[in-house]
Structures are given as structure tokens and as C-alpha cells.
């Protein structure tokens, strides 16, 4: 694994520190009135979920991981599960729903999916960014509700609810951001 100076790790960055593999979540440079400057820097474990603060010098040096990045289709869920095919090897993997979250909701059939892996281990995984969904239950348009800026409550065919634009109906098909479960447009 290539080595880097402990100044140069930036946010989002993997490490091996301490035998273990870290995100940096948040990276500050701090140059004293006295002594050498030094990052100050937010990590968090992995595979642990554990964060860790932790001052770096310029003279350390840290190794700094390069995930693989492979491309999978979901398929299917099965049970607490959610079942991947490998789009090069046609392999199946199984990873459990909470590895992905709340952004489960917007897994569809036949979704293509980043999942980064360390050494064959499923570390995080990257969706599309917006997603076509249907609405399947929208409140009807209140009368003088036409303000630039009014939005009503609609149910999307996954369960999630997101606010809408007044003259979004019942049946329409809409692109929402997976980010932060928000109304983008309507599809074509």
C-alpha cells in the first residue's frame, strides 16, 4: 500500500492506522506558534463503527488504502438480506439490509451499484444519485396553494414520503434524489 505523509490525508480518505482500517471523516491542518505543524483528524473505524482523533506529523507517514471498486446489479431481497450479481464473474453476493441503510427503499431490479471492497470485503457501496418513482398517494391541490415556494405530502411506490410540487398527482412518475429523499422533477 503506498505510504503518505501524515499532513497530506485528506477527508474521505481510507488508512491502516493502529492494524485497522479508518475513514477520515473530517481533517483539520494546524500550524502553532510553536513546533511543527501537525493534521488533526476525525476517524472513523470501518468496520467498527468507532471514531478516533488522532494528530498526525508531517514527518509520519501513514498507508493510505485504495479500495476496489466493482460494478453489481441488484437482484433480488431475500429475507434480511439483499442479493447482488457481480456484472464481470456473474457471482451473487449477499449483503444484509443494514449494510446499505435507509437507501435500501430505492434498490429497484436491476439497479447497477459501485460496491468498494477491501481484499473481497464489502465496504460501502454508491447508488445512482436520482431514481424514476411513481406516487401512489398525493393530497389533492388546496385551493390558493399556487405560492412559488408550496410543496404537499406524497407517498412514493417504495413507502417513503417526499413533498411535491401542488399540481404533482396521484400516478405520476417523478425522479428523487437518493441523497435526501427529495422531490427533483417529473420524468419524461
Known sequence: MPKINGNEIRTGDVIMHQDKLWIAVK??????????????????????GTKLNERFRSAEAVERVTLDVKDFTYLYEQGDNLVFMDQETY??????KDFVGDRAAFLQDGMKVTLEMYED?????????????TIVEADPVVKGQTAANSFKPAKLENGLRVMVPPFIANGERIIV????????RRAE
Open 121 to 133: 470485503r464489502p465496504l460501502g457501496m454508491r447508488m445512482p444519485q436520482q431514481v424514476t418513482l
Open 27 to 48: 481533517t483539520d491542518h494546524v500550524k502553532p506558534g510553536k513546533g511543527g505543524a501537525y493534521a488533526q483528524v476525525e476517524l472513523k473505524a470501518i468496520l467498527e
Open 177 to 184: 434524489s437518493t441523497q435526501d429523499v427529495t422531490y427533483v
Open 91 to 96: 457471482e451473487q453476493i449477499e449483503l444484509p
